[in-house]
């Protein structure tokens, strides 16, 4: 049981903050008093305190581990020594040994101060804590004080000493839980009875080293040989349990221990996401077959060092059978970022191999599911990395991310499509609203529309996982021009209330394939009467760039129309400045990533104004996405962004909280009211 690595943050009032600063001050005084007490009584203890305090700090040090999965750091034995020692010579001497111990293991371990100061503090009030009990039965100074020896009928407080040490001991642990993310009670019974029964264990040693130093001091060392047969024992368990959990040719861990640590993942309180990768060897099996098995498990060695060498620390790598790999990847920001984090491991197997004087090559194909957005449970996020795996080996492209519109298999699938062409001919989607404001004086400058979809059975269905479906079926025009009419809808109403407000539509890559998305846009501007200037398609600088062959055509009738672009996620693309001065673009949105880490400084500003400067070169207006705190709008502000949108400034709406909002800020900002605003379509939002 502990807290974290980390350097925390002690400064803010937290539970964490107020358990650390009670163990340190309170422990580290009981310490100081303890050594005051103790140091003119050193000299008089007898051999066996001598030889006890000499096993306690052994203990201390050489750990007992059972379990390299649920206890990695191992259980120490001088708690046992040091209860001990709080029996016949009371508190003082227990404390004052339990403190060093706990420093020289901390030390040894290098562990940071502050933890260190914290487990000392910590410690030394369980201890404390325990030794209440031995007041309350009139024996605070300790057996050797009373004049006499441990008795059957001692057995009760003896326990209760255990009970108090335990309790108080996780009660101050789990008080640092909110570092970590975790609740003080999730803390309190993780791995509960693990702990209880190592625990019980080690202190049961007490009451014998209790009679042991009873009858001489020197019986005292022959506990060493039950502790060494503990020890033995446990190392001979971990060899079986680590030859159980891991491949006995790479050595690394295998498909039984991967699924152990992705439960622990997918089940730990704090759900942090990961992605689970496949790695499948291309043309391996012709390796076998030219050069034989020996080498191809020679190679599969090398390979395994490969990938490890290319993890990040937190990540594990497992052999699943033959060329197959599998990858736990921690700490993942999102599905692109699983897919970069795979590149880097893909493109280490790329270098040459060396062996037997034959130069091989080899190539990897990766799928990759990411937790929780691809499903919940090892063996779906394990058959959809498969599934992911297999589509960049048959389409060559090296890396997928799981895509449920591109799993044929899905039946899932096929449900889902028929019941999104269903909503979108009934009118069941609905559109929410998200404001846009002008940094110099918060005024409404716009509003994103984005798409939604509450399924009656399922409920909420993210756009992430229909709109790709859309964009793959078929359905991708009709969702289109349903956002683009019910949008224009709303713009009008706006319109007739004295609110000129812009509304924005993400186009995908499949709209500006054909005439269609043209064919659309004009039909709903006549229909509604909005001005064309309050209608802006917003698209992503990849598909734009990507497809610009295939597009121009679109572009061009959607410049006859007046509609202006705006360039999503800019920053993350390959725009060039003379595509950016030839289309019909009127501003860069800053990509959220970028904006998301302008306090920590560094290349993230550096990148925030050169984009900002840009656009201002070429005329363009500079938007800031996701802005969620006022540190991120002061730093756009200060680097002369035009707009920003984010949940800072409002949530994405329904139209009536919309309108509601819009209302109350246009008679705030009655100029705007007067102005042209710019609408902002989204279509196919994924956010």
């Known amino acids: 049981m502990g807290g974290t690595t980390d350097r925390p943050s002690l400064a803010r009032f937290s539970l964490f903050s107020a358990t650390w600063h009670l163990c340190v001050w309170l422990g580290w005084v009981l310490v100081a008093y303890s050594v005051v007490r103790v140091a003119p009584s050193v000299a008089r203890m007898p051999l066996a305190f001598w030889i006890i305090a000499a096993l306690a700090l052994v203990g201390e040090l050489r750990p007992v581990r059972t379990s390299g999965f649920f206890d990695p750091q191992g259980t120490v034995t001088s708690t046992g020594y040091v209860f001990a020692i709080l029996y016949v010579w009371g508190l003082w001497p227990a404390v004052v040994l339990h403190a060093a111990a706990t420093t020289l293991s901390e030390l040894q371990k290098h562990k940071p101060p502050w933890k260190l100061f914290f487990n000392v503090g910590q410690y030394a009030l369980s201890i404390g804590s325990a030794a209440l009990v031995l007041h309350a039965v009139g024996l605070g100074g300790g057996l050797a004080e009373a004049g006499r020896g441990l008795r059957g009928s001692d057995l009760p407080w003896v326990v209760a000493t255990w009970v108090i040490w335990f309790l108080v001991n996780n009660a101050l642990v789990s008080g640092l839980a909110q570092e970590s993310g975790r609740t003080f009670w999730t803390e309190f019974a993780d791995d509960i009875w693990f702990y209880v029964v190592t625990t019980a264990a080690v202190l049961a040693l007490s009451p014998l080293i209790v009679l042991a130093a009873s009858a001489s001091g020197w019986y005292i060392p022959l506990l060493l040989i039950p502790m060494f047969a503990v020890h033995k024992a446990a190392k001979l368990s971990l060899v079986e349990q680590h030859q159980a959990l891991h491949d006995s040719l790479t050595g690394l861990p295998n498909r039984k221990y991967l699924h152990r640590i992705l439960d622990h993942a997918i089940n730990s309180p704090g759900q942090e996401p990961f992605a689970l990768a496949i790695l499948d060897l291309d043309r391996f099996k012709e390796v076998n077959d030219t050069l034989g098995h020996a080498v191809g498990d020679r190679l599969l060695e090398l390979v395994a060092k490969r990938i490890r060498g290319a993890l990040r620390p937190g990540d594990t790598v497992a ?64 058959q959809r990395a498969d599934v992911a795996m297999y589509l960049a080996k048959g389409t060559q492209t090296d890396i997928e991310v799981y895509d449920l519109a591109r799993d044929h298999n899905s039946t899932d699938r096929l449900g889902l499509l028929a019941a999104l062409r269903r909503a979108i001919e009934a009118g069941e989607l609905e559109l929410h609203y998200q404001p846009k404001v002008a940094l110099a004086d918060r005024s409404v400058v716009g509003v994103e529309a ?19 479906l859309a964009e793959t079926s078929g359905l991708m025009h009709q969702l289109t021009e349903f956002v683009v009419s019910t949008a224009l809808d709303q713009a009008a109403a706006w319109r007739r209330d004295g609110m000129p407000v812009a509304v924005a539509v993400n186009v995908s890559a499949r709209d500006l394939h054909g005439p269609e998305l043209v064919r659309a846009v004009r039909r709903s501007l006549v229909r509604t009467g909005v001005p064309a200037d309050l209608l802006k398609l917003e698209l992503t600088e990849r598909t734009l760039m990507a497809q610009h062959s295939r597009v121009s055509e679109t572009i061009d009738g959607l410049e006859k129309l007046g509609i202006a672009l705006s360039l999503d996620d800019f920053g993350t693309g390959y725009s060039s400045m003379f595509m950016l001065k030839r289309l019909p673009v009127s501003e860069l949105k800053v990509d959220r990533s970028f904006v998301s880490r302008l306090s920590e400084g560094g290349e993230d500003v550096s990148i925030v104004r050169t984009i900002i400067d840009l656009a201002h070169a070429l005329g363009l207006k500079a938007v800031g996405e996701g802005v969620e705190t006022e ?57």
């Open 319 to 382: 052999r699943l059978g033959g060329d197959e790999f599998a990858l736990h990847l921690a700490g993942v920001d999102g599905q692109q970022h699983a897919a970069q984090v795979a590149e880097r491991i893909r493109s280490a197997l790329t270098e040459p191999f060396h062996l037997e004087d034959v130069v091989l090559e080899l190539e990897a194909s990766i799928g990759v599911s990411y937790f929780p957005d691809h499903g919940s449970d090892v063996h779906v996020l394990m």
């Open 450 to 468: 984005l798409v939604r979809w509450n399924h009656p059975v399922r409920g909420f269905i993210p756009p992430d996982e229909f709109i790709p």
């Open 631 to 687: 540190e991120m709008w002061e730093a756009l502000a200060e680097l002369g962004c035009d707009s920003a949108q984010g949940w800072l400034i409002a949530r994405p709406m329904p139209a009536e909280p919309a309108t509601a909002w819009l209302r109350e800020r246009l008679l705030a900002f009655p100029a705007e009211a007067s102005g042209t605003g710019r609408i902002r379509l989204l279509a196919a939002d994924t956010a």
